[in-house]
């Protein structure tokens, strides 16, 4: 490969490092959290991450009713009302972070950080041994990726410039164009195929997926590609639904296997730290059993796609 150009300056938002992750490539990896995200899916278990600028999240146990972030608010995101409780408006909020910096309680925590490629490259370079050992390395999720092109990209050129394997997680609801120039330098890609329904999938994610289902065939056609599917009640919970996605995958032919992960509630109790809608308590609940799981594994594997479900390797 020519010599690359790597702009270490070049600066992006993130909201977490998680480190020891064993689910997101090969190996043992690191995952950089990127802020930012097309799609806003009734289930999103990272809420966090919709916006691209800092939200603050309030932990009720924490909080000692002292109203001084409700005194320093100039957008009045924050409001006690007559019997005491902290009303919190997300809309409002511009993320300032003026309310956590007066807490003495740490009842609220500000999410997203500013921070440039050469500065994420050092605290990732704690971890280089591990991707040695492991054949891991650097996964750049989100929210998604390819919201903030030029950070990532620079980001997955300078993990390659370490010889370190990289792999994202991606919605595919961004510029083709963009995505294409990133995918030279990205081993792994992890892409979500939630519905074949356009009308469907703008319900539930609010975007159509036209855009999506034309990027994983562009993708498709310079790299192999994991095909996630959450599998999500009342959303494609059914073998109709999951046999149009693998009939999908089936043709782009350079898909290496889809991925079912199964609807968990993990990610409710930040809706209601952010003061958030989550959408999915408007559902009647519907188990997702081991047997359903089962028979869609059967369901993909007939249309001659390999399929993987959840923490299975
Ligand atoms: S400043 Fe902190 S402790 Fe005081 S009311 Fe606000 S969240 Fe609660
Ligand atoms: S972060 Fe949001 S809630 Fe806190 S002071 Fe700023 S605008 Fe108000």
Avoid at 183 to 212: C, W
Avoid at 219 to 242: C, D, G, Q, T
Wanted: hydrophobic letters at 35%.
């Amino acid at each position: 490969m020519s010599t690359v150009t790597i702009d270490y300056q070049v600066e992006g938002d993130i909201f977490n490092i998680q480190r020891f992750s064993l689910n997101d490539g090969p190996g043992i990896r690191t995952i950089v959290f990127l802020k930012g995200c097309p799609l806003s899916c009734w289930w999103c278990s990272n809420p966090e991450s919709q916006r691209r600028r800092p939200v603050v999240m309030y932990n009720a146990d924490k909080c000692m009713h002292c109203r001084r972030c409700e005194e320093v608010c100039k957008q009045h995101a924050v409001r006690f009302l007559k019997d005491g409780t902290r009303k919190f408006f997300y809309e409002n909020c511009t993320g300032s972070g003026d309310c956590a910096a007066v807490c003495e309680y740490n009842a609220l925590e500000m999410k997203g950080q500013r921070i440039n490629v050469g500065e994420l490259i050092k605290i990732l370079k704690k971890d280089r041994s591990t991707f040695r050992h492991s054949g891991g390395g650097v996964t750049v999720s989100g929210g998604d990726p390819f919201m903030q092109a030029a950070f990532a990209g620079e980001l997955f050129k300078a993990c390659k410039a370490q010889g370190w394997n990289t792999a994202v997680e991606t919605e595919g609801c961004a510029e083709t164009e963009k995505i294409m120039s990133i995918l030279p330098y990205i081993d792994t890609i992890l892409l979500d195929i939630k519905h074949m329904d356009a009308e469907k999938h703008r319900q539930f994610t609010g975007v159509s997926n036209e855009l999506i289902l034309y990027n994983a065939q562009k993708m498709a056609s310079v790299s192999p590609l994991v095909i996630r599917v959450p599998v999500i009640p009342k959303f494609n919970h059914s073998e109709e639904e999951i046999r149009s996605i693998a009939k999908f995958a089936f043709l782009l032919k350079n898909v290496k296997y889809i991925h079912l992960l199964p609807y968990h509630e993990l990610g409710e109790r930040k809706y209601q730290m952010l003061g958030m809608e989550y959408k999915m308590n408007r559902l009647s609940a519907v188990s997702l059993s081991n047997e359903a799981l089962e028979c869609y594994r059967n369901i993909v594997e007939k249309e001659g796609v390999r399929c993987r479900i959840g923490d299975e390797s």
